[in-house]
């Protein structure tokens, strides 16, 4: 029996790059929703989709840098 591996540790506004390209043509996504199914948002063009956390673990090829907090501008 193979030992499993852990779960993939992710957190909200982690940005995550996949191994295919978005139609839009954007390979980097942004987290914005965690549970049994990952909230991911293209950084490209907005598009948000629903992946299930396993076939997400299969579908990453690097984990980035979060992005910068936003600033609110008065």
């Given at each position: 029996r193979m030992p499993s591996k852990p779960p993939l540790e992710l957190?909200?506004?982690?940005?995550?790059?996949?191994?295919?390209?978005?139609?839009?043509?954007?390979?980097?996504?942004?987290?914005?929703?965690?549970?049994?199914?990952?909230?991911?948002?293209?950084?490209?063009?907005?598009?948000?989709?629903?992946?299930a956390r396993r076939e997400l673990e299969k579908r990453i090829k690097a984990r980035l840098s979060p992005a910068p907090p936003a600033t609110a501008d008065s």
């Open positions: 957190a909200l506004g982690d940005r995550v790059r996949l191994r295919k390209l978005h139609p839009c043509g954007g390979y980097e996504w942004t987290v914005i929703r965690l549970g049994a199914d990952i909230g991911l948002k293209c950084d490209s063009c907005g598009r948000y989709v629903m992946i």
